[in-house]
């Protein structure tokens, strides 16, 4: 069982992660180490954590009984999996369980999964459904993909960091679901900015078009979320757009595998994508406004 007990290790610590590892800390858990690419970011979570800033991610697997993965992206999982690479997890994974959090394809998933368990540990993905403040207060959605009891013996930690926590199937299945959120999310932000564009370009006042939205068949969640903030052109990042251009095209290339035409997320893929053209991909996915409406410049936008 994961109780307080138990050693916890992170590797990646940038606002999803160092959350996590500030929730956990705060309910009683032994944080042991964190390790991030970006050291200084490590090193100061340590420094206020009381745990080690650990040189590579073979330290932090080390160190703890429980390592809780929250990188960017398939490249930089497989790299830390990578059975070749001495200073990666792999070094010490036996009777490890390793967590992890991270939206990637699901056929990594399930590699990770078998990698582990070559080396005598166990995996986990927990795909977060949610944002820094869920992360922070431990409010997360939580869907997980892997052995059922290998789920059940993370429960109680999982409980900790989300107020939902679900078990959607075996490795990879969770991270099928999770691409599918995220599509879909993506997409209603496109439409949520072509929407209010369209609005400022008619003249209509967009804190009264937004009010009407919530009451009617264009309410979301984005519209609660983004909303404001594509009217206000404040874009500080929660989710960027560069991991929204990463996981629609998660969520395009199981399409395609299975035959099926999506155009509608094709198109938003293309709205993220031309923001990273324009370095803009590490604002907010509500950034995608720039491009919609009349009197804004993109490429006039805060870095």
């Known amino acids: 069982m994961a109780s307080t007990e138990a050693r916890i290790g992170f590797v990646g610590v940038g606002r999803m992660g160092a959350n996590m590892a500030r929730r956990l800390k705060e309910r009683g858990y032994r ?3 964190v390790q991030d690419r970006h050291t ?4 100061s979570l340590a420094q206020e954590l009381d745990s080690e800033a650990a040189p590579s991610p073979a330290r932090v697997a080390e160190l703890s009984d429980i390592v809780i993965t929250v990188v960017s992206d398939d490249a930089a999982m497989r790299d830390i999996y990578a059975e070749q690479n001495r200073a990666g997890l792999m070094t010490h994974a036996n009777d490890r369980l ?5 939206t990637l394809t699901p056929a990594l998933h ?3 999964e078998k990698g582990v368990e070559r080396h005598g ?6 795909c977060m459904a949610s944002s820094i403040t869920q992360a922070r207060q431990g409010t997360l959605y939580l869907m997980c993909g892997g052995k059922q009891e290998v789920f059940n013996r993370a429960r109680p930690l999982l409980d900790t960091l989300g107020t939902r926590v679900r078990h959607i199937g075996p490795a990879g299945e969770a991270a099928k679901v999770k691409a599918l959120v ?3 999310m993506n997409g209603n932000t496109a439409a949520l900015a072509e929407g209010l564009g369209l609005g400022a370009a008619l003249g209509i006042d967009l804190t009264l078009l937004r009010e009407v939205f919530s009451q009617t068949g264009a ?5 609660e979320t983004d909303g404001e903030d594509m009217q206000l052109r404040a874009h500080d990042c929660y989710f960027s757009a560069t991991h929204a251009a990463k996981d629609s095209a998660i969520a395009l290339d199981l399409a395609q595998n299975v035959g099926l035409s999506l155009p509608v997320a094709l198109a938003t893929l293309g709205q993220y994508r031309r923001l990273m053209q324009l370095e803009k991909g590490d604002l907010d996915k509500s950034a995608v406004a720039e491009l919609t409406f009349l009197d ?6 805060p870095t």
């Open 31 to 33: 944080i042991t180490a």
């Open 40 to 43: 200084d970011a490590s090193e």
């Open 98 to 102: 390793f967590i992890n959090c991270a």
């Open 110 to 112: 399930i590699d990770i």
């Open 121 to 126: 540990g166990s995996s986990l993905e927990a």
């Open 182 to 184: 995220n599509m879909v």
């Open 219 to 223: 309410a979301s969640r984005v519209l």
């Open 296 to 301: 804004r410049t993109p490429s006039r936008l």
